[in-house]
């Protein structure tokens, strides 16, 4: 079998195969400005922040409609502050995200991380 093996065109690096595998309009790091992980994070705060939008506008539709019902008004009062309270919390996260994905070398850095690590280690 290791005949079989050695007889066998080449093998490929783990790294290799993975740039082999990759398409050709697929970012090519999991981290960085491009990567994949600030695309999925970004598009899902986006979406969060869509969300609360809407909730904002319906808690003031429903605080429009309350007819001065105290109950009523308590929930659109409610739903206004939760949707505020989700809008803040969705700017925090892509705020927080996109700094330390920025902060995160990428694989392209990989000369300049090790730079720095020899630099660093004498």
Do not use: H, W
């Not at 290799?16 to 999991?30: H, I, N, Q, T, Y």
């Not at 206004?80 to 919390?89: E, F, K, M, Q, T």
Request: with cysteine; glycine share 8%; charged share 15%.
């Amino acid at each position: 079998m290791a005949a079989l093996a050695s007889n066998s065109v080449s093998a490929l690096t783990l790294q290799e195969g993975a740039e082999a595998a990759r398409c050709d309009e697929c970012p090519r790091d999991l981290f960085g400005d491009n990567g994949v992980f600030k695309q999925v994070t970004n598009t899902i705060l986006y979406i969060v922040g869509i969300i609360a939008v809407i909730m904002l506008i319906i808690g003031g539709i429903r605080y429009v409609t309350s007819g001065g019902d105290a109950k009523k008004v308590t929930d659109a009062k409610n739903t206004v502050l939760y949707a505020i309270i989700g809008l803040v919390i969705a700017f925090l996260a892509f705020a927080i995200v996109n700094f330390v994905i920025s902060a995160l070398p990428s694989s392209t850095d990989k000369k300049e991380t090790s730079l720095l690590i020899n630099a660093t280690n004498g």
